[in-house]
């Protein structure tokens, strides 16, 4: 085999010693600080680590101790090695172990010519792919390794993709009307500043909400309203509105699902933010039913995506 498949996303804690690690390597990405000055954005890091790992271990505590994207990645990889059985398949974390160098050297000693690089972000941001992408080059030159390389940079419009995110939504719903129901896809939000600086992602995830919408009425999923929110917000900056506790608190309707649009993988942001922390302030707002539908893990209509994403 000299073909392989990578695929990138940011990395989690794979237990309590790993959340300082995860959020030191986080906050000290140009991309996330964007702070011209490197000593600066070092300080900035290490006040923000500071304050945060505690409370950080004490949320991932609340999911287990570890962060459940590990053992979704770790699912998904052996999926897609079931689907490429003449490609190696890697996956490559931006702030957590497997980095990209040492996975780039053991593809290079394995002779490997061609690689397809799939991010795992439907959507294109400066924070996400831009981030990871650039990790992934600086390990090329440092490996001194040239492949012919396939980089897929967003894959939103993709119909497969699309079909699994109605999969999930339809798997939650159950048995239930879709028109008892708001549907809200909750994006990670990002400060407003960084869009303003040109970042796509925002106008990225409006076109795929907007699709979903018309694919969901193809379908005969009828919900009373569709909404797009943003969860995640860290520190005094403007971020990306609505917040989706301010969506919650607009609703007339209390039955909700909640599909985190953003994210490929359940991760801490879904099983804690989404399924614990948002969860009680639906409570405190009166909800009868909150639902939150998981993200496409190991659905087979993603696999599908990633096929047609791939050049065999």
């Known amino acids: 085999m000299n073909k392989a498949i990578i695929f990138l996303n940011m990395g989690a804690p794979r237990n309590l010693d790993e959340v300082e690690v995860f959020l030191h390597n986080m906050f000290n990405d140009k991309n996330i ?14 006040s923000i680590v500071k304050d945060r790992k505690e409370e950080a271990k004490s949320n991932y505590k609340k999911i287990g101790g570890f962060s459940p994207l590990v053992t979704n990645t770790d699912i998904f990889i052996e999926n897609a090695k079931k689907a490429f059985p003449n490609y190696h398949i890697i996956s490559i974390m931006r702030y957590t172990h497997p980095f990209a160098f040492e996975e780039l050297k053991w593809l290079q000693l394995k002779g490997v010519e061609d690689i397809t690089v799939i991010p795992l972000y439907a959507q294109y941001s400066t924070t996400t792919t831009k981030s990871s992408l650039e990790d992934l080059y600086d390990a090329l030159a440092k490996a001194n390794y040239a492949p012919n390389m396939h980089i897929i940079t967003r894959f939103y419009k993709n ?8 999969q999930q939504i339809e798997e939650t719903l159950k048995d239930d009307k879709a028109s008892d129901f708001d549907l809200i896809f909750s994006a990670h939000s990002l400060p407003q500043k960084i869009i303003d600086a040109g970042d796509p992602y925002q106008k990225e995830v409006i076109e795929n909400v907007n699709i979903l919408h018309d694919m969901l009425d193809e379908e005969g999923l009828n919900f009373k309203n569709i909404h797009l929110a943003y969860q995640s917000k860290v520190g005094p900056l403007k971020w990306l509105s609505p917040s989706l506790e301010d969506k919650l608190a607009e609703l007339r309707n209390k039955k909700v699902i909640i599909y985190p649009i953003s994210f490929i993988l359940d ?35 993603f696999i599908e995506a990633v096929k047609s994403l791939v050049k065999c």
């Open 33 to 46: 600080i964007t702070v011209k000055s490197n000593l600066l954005r070092s300080y900035i890091a290490h």
């Open 159 to 166: 119909k497969s993709y699309n079909q699994a995110i109605i």
């Open 267 to 301: 991760n801490s942001e879904t099983d804690f933010e989404l399924s614990i922390e948002y969860k009680e302030i639906a409570k405190e707002l009166g909800f009868k039913d909150y639902r939150v539908a998981k993200c496409l893990n190991n659905n087979q209509k």
